[in-house]
C-alpha cells in the first residue's frame, strides 16, 4: 500500500477546500480519529489521514460528495485503502461503501459529532473545547433544535457499529478534539 504522508494529504485537501471553516473541520476529524487509533493500537497517520480527506470533495462537488473524491483520489493513484475510507463515511447518505474496518466505523460515527462539538464550544462563554464536560454535549445532543444539521442518528448507528456507548464515543472525541484545540479554532480565551 502506498501510504499517504499527512503534509500530502493536507495539499490535497486544500486544494479543493478553500473555506477556514471545511478546514478546522478536517482538522477536528483528523484529531479525533487520531485519538481513536491511539486508543486501539492501530496506526495514528493512516487513521489521521483518512479523517483529515473525509470531505476531499464536499466544497467544490457538495452534489456529488463521496463519488468526487473517490474520482480525485483514484487519478492520483492513491490507495483504495484511503477511497474505501473516505467514501464509508458518507454511508447511507450520499454512499453506498459500508463501513467495515474499525477505521471507518469511527469515522462515520464521529463526522457529525465534531460537528456538533465544533457547534456547542462556539457559543460557550470559553469558546473552547478544552473545558467542555460531556454532560453539556449530551445535553445538546438531545435537543434537536440545537446545531439541527447534525444527523443525531448516523452518530448513534455508529455507536451501534462499533458497540461503543454514546458517552464513550463523546469523551473520546472532545479528548481527540482538545489534543489539537488551537488548529480547530477551539482554544477559545482558556
Request: proline fraction near 2%; include cysteine; glycine fraction near 6%.
Amino acid at each position: 500500500m502506498k501510504t499517504l504522508k499527512r503534509e500530502e494529504a493536507w495539499n490535497l485537501l486544500t486544494e479543493y477546500n478553500k473555506t477556514a471553516a471545511l478546514q478546522k473541520h478536517a482538522l477536528a476529524v483528523e484529531a479525533a480519529m487520531r485519538h481513536f487509533a491511539k486508543l486501539k493500537g492501530e496506526d495514528e497517520e493512516l487513521w489521521g489521514v483518512v479523517g483529515l480527506l473525509h470531505d476531499l470533495d464536499y466544497e467544490m462537488f457538495p452534489e456529488e460528495h463521496c463519488k468526487k473524491a473517490e474520482e480525485i483520489m483514484k487519478a492520483r493513484d492513491i490507495d483504495e485503502f484511503y477511497i474505501h475510507g473516505v467514501c464509508s463515511h458518507g454511508y447511507g447518505i450520499c454512499s453506498d461503501v459500508k463501513p467495515e474496518s474499525e477505521m471507518e466505523k469511527v469515522l462515520f460515527t464521529i463526522d457529525e459529532l465534531t460537528g456538533l462539538i465544533n457547534a456547542l464550544c462556539i457559543m460557550r462563554p470559553s469558546k473552547s473545547v478544552l473545558d467542555l464536560e460531556v454532560k453539556s454535549l449530551k445535553k445538546k445532543f438531545k435537543d434537536k433544535h440545537f446545531a439541527a444539521g447534525v444527523d443525531r442518528q448516523t452518530v448513534l448507528n455508529g455507536c451501534e457499529m462499533l458497540g461503543m456507548p454514546l458517552e464513550e464515543v463523546m469523551k473520546e472525541t472532545i479528548e481527540g478534539m482538545k489534543e489539537n484545540a488551537e488548529a480547530i479554532g477551539l482554544k477559545g480565551n482558556l
